[in-house]
């Protein structure tokens, strides 16, 4: 085994655990290109060939790996079961008062804390629609 062989190895080992640490797919490219490089110089001992593989390769690398890394990145926001009460009608059985931190709907025979979007006080018994969910609040607008 030459030195640039070893070099390649260290390289490729070294781009490994820095992907390892990081988790956000920073080097898994050039890992993968110091390993080829690595086995080109099992075959040769021109550096300009060596250093050839690795940029190509790691470029190649990266161009097929890339759109798939995007892809996994700009999922949306995963819809949850508690998307189906915005646009409901609620029914405020307790006051709900956002400088106060309080206020209650019932949907769906379901008891939400519940905050006003326009920040009025709406009282008790009144009518309301779900216009978002924050957290564990529902957002709600007077009918």
């Known amino acids: 085994m030459d030195t640039m062989t070893i070099i390649w190895l260290i390289l490729a080992v070294a781009m490994a655990v820095l992907e390892a640490v990081t988790v956000q797919l920073v080097s898994i490219w050039f890992c993968i290109g110091s390993v080829a490089a690595c086995i080109t110089s099992l075959f040769t001992d021109n550096i300009i060939i060596e250093a050839a593989v690795f940029v190509i390769v790691s470029a190649l690398a990266l161009a097929v790996t890339r759109p798939l890394v995007k892809k996994m990145k700009s ?69």
């Open 75 to 143: 999922r949306g926001a995963e819809p949850t079961n508690s998307d189906r009460y915005i646009g409901k009608t609620a029914i405020v059985i307790e006051n709900i008062d956002n400088d106060k931190a309080q206020g209650l709907v019932k949907v769906d025979n379901q008891k939400w804390t519940a905050r006003s979007v326009t920040g009025d006080i709406i009282p008790k018994g009144t009518s309301v629609t779900v216009s978002a969910i924050e957290g564990v609040k529902l957002m709600v607008i007077k009918n």
